[in-house]
């Protein structure tokens, strides 16, 4: 029986290690990120890797930083015949690539080689791509580089966010990881080198990434919000107070309006000019201080006063 030790963090790897666990793969131990502070009150919480391993009653091993830890001596001592990794969030060093006689196998949310990086499911989206995918690849010690096995295609809605893509991706990286295992370990897999020349990058989101410019387009401050939810969601300003905006459409302009003027407030939506005479209609948002709520509400409520020429800058 193939001996694996899973490395993987958020709730995009759950799936896959289920996966693996049902189908009988001799499970050494789950590694993933350490407990993490999370909201408000700071609250130390477990990755989704954990409590999944956890339930399935496997080992768990949380490395703050594994080159030159004990948790990689742990590891190493394991002797996995494959390692897999999903969204694991370190990189490996050269030693654990080398160890598994199988080698190590990563599940990466995009058509490599675009996309590379840290964030290629927020970055397809908010550059307006109509689809992606999922690769299954052998992991390299540089970024995302290594030779591919498989690749399976996904459509992109044109109001999808990031939280649904991550969901259909996640579900196709399993699928198409459980149908590519059976060759990988028979040594029979397809073994594909990369197109480095025609590789992009998708680093982690930056801050200044998440703030609105409503000169842009309306499509692009549109994929702007939906690549951005609901993490780590798109912002603005209204009466010098920060707007966060979690859900939109794509609206026509209204001539003799400047960006980021309110056009309307109709149906319970807020209208915004963007640029080239088009708009963004905002359809859910969350005030300063206030939980994320539809528009209709805020402007029953808080945004009462909110109208027409009015600005979000």
């Given at each position: 029986m193939t001996r694996i030790v899973f490395m993987g963090t958020p709730d995009f790897s759950v799936p896959i290690l289920r996966m693996l666990h049902e189908e009988g793969y001799d499970l050494l131990a789950a590694v993933t990120q350490p407990d993490r502070p999370v909201g408000r009150k700071r609250v130390l919480t477990p990755p989704p890797v954990k409590e999944e391993a956890l339930r399935l009653g496997l080992p768990v091993i949380q490395p703050g930083k594994l080159r030159g830890s004990a948790e990689l001596d742990e590891i190493?001592?394991?002797?996995?015949?494959?390692?897999?990794?999903?969204?694991?969030?370190?990189?490996?060093?050269?030693?654990?690539?080398?160890?598994?006689?199988?080698?190590?196998?990563n599940v990466h949310a995009s058509l490599l080689p675009e996309y590379r990086g840290g964030a290629p499911i927020h970055q397809a989206?908010?550059?307006g791509r109509?689809?992606?995918?999922?690769?299954?690849m052998y992991m390299a010690e540089k970024l995302d580089a290594g030779d591919i096995i498989s690749q399976v295609r996904v459509p992109i809605g044109e109001n999808d966010n990031t939280g649904e893509l991550f969901e259909r991706l996640s579900e196709a990286?399993?699928?198409?990881?459980?149908?590519?295992?059976?060759?990988?370990?028979?040594?029979?897999n397809d073994r594909i080198t990369q197109d480095h020349?025609?590789?992009t990058f998708a680093g982690n989101i930056k801050r200044e990434q998440e703030r609105i410019d409503w000169a842009k387009p309306g499509s692009a401050?549109?994929?702007?919000?939906?690549?951005?939810?609901?993490?780590?969601?798109?912002?603005?300003?209204?009466?010098?107070k920060t707007v966060k905006i979690?859900?939109?459409?794509?609206?026509?302009?209204k001539s003799g309006t400047s960006p980021g003027e309110i056009i309307s407030t109709d149906d319970g939506t807020i209208t915004v000019q963007a640029?080239?005479?088009?708009?963004?209609?905002i359809l859910e948002l969350q005030p300063s201080g206030k939980k994320r709520m539809e528009t209709r509400g805020y402007l029953n409520g808080a945004g009462s006063h909110i109208k027409p020429g009015d600005r979000f800058e």
């Amino acid at each position: 029986m193939t001996r694996i030790v899973f490395m993987g963090t958020p709730d995009f790897s759950v799936p896959i290690l289920r996966m693996l666990h049902e189908e009988g793969y001799d499970l050494l131990a789950a590694v993933t990120q350490p407990d993490r502070p999370v909201g408000r009150k700071r609250v130390l919480t477990p990755p989704p890797v954990k409590e999944e391993a956890l339930r399935l009653g496997l080992p768990v091993i949380q490395p703050g930083k594994l080159r030159g830890s004990a948790e990689l001596d742990e590891i190493l001592s394991l002797e996995p015949d494959l390692i897999v990794t999903a969204a694991f969030g370190q990189i490996l060093p050269k030693e654990l690539l080398d160890a598994p006689p199988l080698g190590c196998l990563n599940v990466h949310a995009s058509l490599l080689p675009e996309y590379r990086g840290g964030a290629p499911i927020h970055q397809a989206i908010i550059d307006g791509r109509e689809e992606t995918g999922v690769t299954i690849m052998y992991m390299a010690e540089k970024l995302d580089a290594g030779d591919i096995i498989s690749q399976v295609r996904v459509p992109i809605g044109e109001n999808d966010n990031t939280g649904e893509l991550f969901e259909r991706l996640s579900e196709a990286g399993t699928r198409l990881l459980k149908e590519t295992l059976p060759a990988v370990i028979a040594g029979k897999n397809d073994r594909i080198t990369q197109d480095h020349e025609k590789a992009t990058f998708a680093g982690n989101i930056k801050r200044e990434q998440e703030r609105i410019d409503w000169a842009k387009p309306g499509s692009a401050v549109h994929n702007q919000i939906r690549g951005l939810s609901p993490w780590p969601v798109a912002y603005t300003e209204l009466d010098g107070k920060t707007v966060k905006i979690w859900r939109s459409e794509k609206a026509a302009g209204k001539s003799g309006t400047s960006p980021g003027e309110i056009i309307s407030t109709d149906d319970g939506t807020i209208t915004v000019q963007a640029g080239d005479g088009t708009a963004v209609r905002i359809l859910e948002l969350q005030p300063s201080g206030k939980k994320r709520m539809e528009t209709r509400g805020y402007l029953n409520g808080a945004g009462s006063h909110i109208k027409p020429g009015d600005r979000f800058e």
